[in-house]
């Protein structure tokens, strides 16, 4: 039979090893823009179990503990692939309700009803994900209900059920099969089944991996840890170049004062890129080879302060706090952003609460719930405002104290739209209508870059190019930022489009906006109205919106 203190460590076990590999399953995502991969939101997710599990007393039942588990589960959920593993113990939580000990009958009978209540909550469940894989452990363990006595034999078929479905996920989704990977959410959850199984073989608790578990809910590229930068400032410029000047000796000569030299070079021209401590030496060396030119102006940036500024803002996010307040109003919004100029548009349209997270940053479903509490209102709107976030979000409406609704916003222009929806002057209903109509005719445009290799959408991508999504699809890569950005933009207007909106991001400078919107008023100018806005927002150089 299976007591409290054997499914407390068992569930305690499989957190710290989901936490050990997040890595290991954050690689397996095909999808090749930066955020929050499944690894890192099923270890937060479950590392929320685990702290509440580590407290609770040795005399719990199994029902005690799963149900601690599933509430600290659920609060604590992240992302699409967090909220679905805090479903499955949700559901089998309430298999194991006023039990002190479980058999296997009611083992399976608990994972049944924790598979159901996960496909439930997905509006369009895919095979060949965790779904799948969550569900054929489910009638393996219904299939040996009956005849199963020991656990520890129990649950290891359960487990190669798991496992053999897991390999079988290429076979159901085409794009794992292009990319040579199985299902990340699938695997996380075969990780989680397998250390449980260890407990309920009589082994210990896994030790944390402490290399392997600094959690970060904010990642960065290029400059993620101090160690790795090694010189301090990023260089770049261009030269008029002399008649008889050798480009390949300038570069030779930038290698011996710093690294990441790029070199470009035409009949009229040279563009240097150099990461270096003597920017001057690299500026004087250039004089020997041509003349600067007016625009654009070289550029030196401290790539140590810019680390520093981005390690401060995530422990602002980390920090962020809501106090409760009660309901004064009628209408209150929420948001979740990221990204000062843009928290700031967000404040100025109404909301009442900005949560910093989006893209790499998820925030939980108790990060939200809170916000939801500190909104002084009866009814609160929630904009996830990333598709990423929407499923936590809803798991609030059964825990908050107000009347909640989420608009299943998947960008940021489509949550600004529909907060310029709003209408104080008419009811909830027709609110609801108008800001979903209004957010559904908005389209977005999002320039990024390649976290990692991948073949995605029949582009064979390489990590660090320059990505161009119209509506959350992969139009086209791209090398440059700037010229990606004008082309997107380009395709994006259509014979009715009246207004363009261009966000640009933290690294992304005003210079570089400036000669954007430029090139776009130029070119464009006579057929749309052209708004540049600074939203110092992350991920995205920039954000572009299409009315």
Known sequence: MLNGNLLRDSLISAGISIENNRKAVDRLNVYPVPDGDTGTNMSLTMNAAVKELEMLEDSA???????????????????????????????????????????????????????EAAYKAVMNPTEGTVLTVSRVAAEKAAELAESAVDIAVFWNEICKAAKEALEKTPEQLPVLKKAGVVDAGGQGLVIIFDAMLEIFRGGKVVKRDTKKSELKTFEVAQTDAEEEIRYSYCTEYII????????????????????????????????????????????????????????????????????????????????????????????????????????????????????????????STDDILKAIHSA???????????????????????????????????????????????????????????????????????????????????????????????????????????????????????????????IYGADVTGEQAERLQETLEAKLGNKVDIMMVNGGQPVYYYIISVE
């Open 376 to 502: 002084p209102a009866k009814t609160v709107f929630v904009l996830p405002n990333n598709k990423n976030i929407i499923m936590a979000a809803e798991q609030t409406k059964n825990l908050a104290d107000r009347n909640v609704c989420v608009l299943p916003t998947r960008t940021i222009p489509q949550g600004i739209a529909a907060m310029m929806a709003f209408d104080e002057t008419v009811g909830f209903s027709e609110n609801r209508l108008a800001m979903t109509k209004a957010f559904e005719h908005v389209s977005t445009g999002q320039i990024t870059f390649a976290a990692r290799d991948s073949e995605y959408e029949g582009h064979n991508i390489r990590k660090g190019e320059i990505l161009a999504f119209d509506n959350s699809r992969l139009s086209f890569t791209e090398k440059d930022v700037s010229k990606a950005a004008y082309k997107l933009t380009k395709k994006m207007i259509k014979s009715d489009s009246s207004f363009v909106t261009v």
């Open 240 to 363: 008029e170049r002399n008649k008889h000047s050798d480009p390949f000796m300038l570069r030779a000569y930038l290698e011996t004062i710093g690294d990441c030299v790029v070199v470009v070079d035409d009949e009229e021209i040279i563009k240097v890129h150099v990461h270096t401590d003597n920017p001057g030496l690299a500026l004087e060396k250039a004089l020997e080879f041509g003349r600067f030119i007016n625009d654009p102006k070289p550029k030196i940036e401290n790539m140590r302060i810019q680390h520093e500024t981005r390690i401060k803002d995530e422990k602002i996010t980390e920090r962020q706090h809501f106090e409760p307040t009660k309901p004064e109003k009628d209408y209150g919004f929420v948001a979740v952003a990221a990204g000062r100029g843009i928290e700031s548009m967000f404040e100025d349209l109404g909301a009442d609460c900005v949560i910093r997270g989006g893209q790499t940053m998820n925030p």
């Open 61 to 115: 039942g199994v029902s005690k503990v799963a149900e601690t588990a599933a509430t600290a589960l659920l609060r604590g959920a992240r992302g699409n692939s967090g909220v679905i593993l805090s479903l499955i113990f949700r559901g089998f939580s309430k298999g194991l309700s006023g039990l002190e000990k479980a058999g296997c009958a009611d083992i399976a009978k608990a994972l049944e009803s924790g598979v």
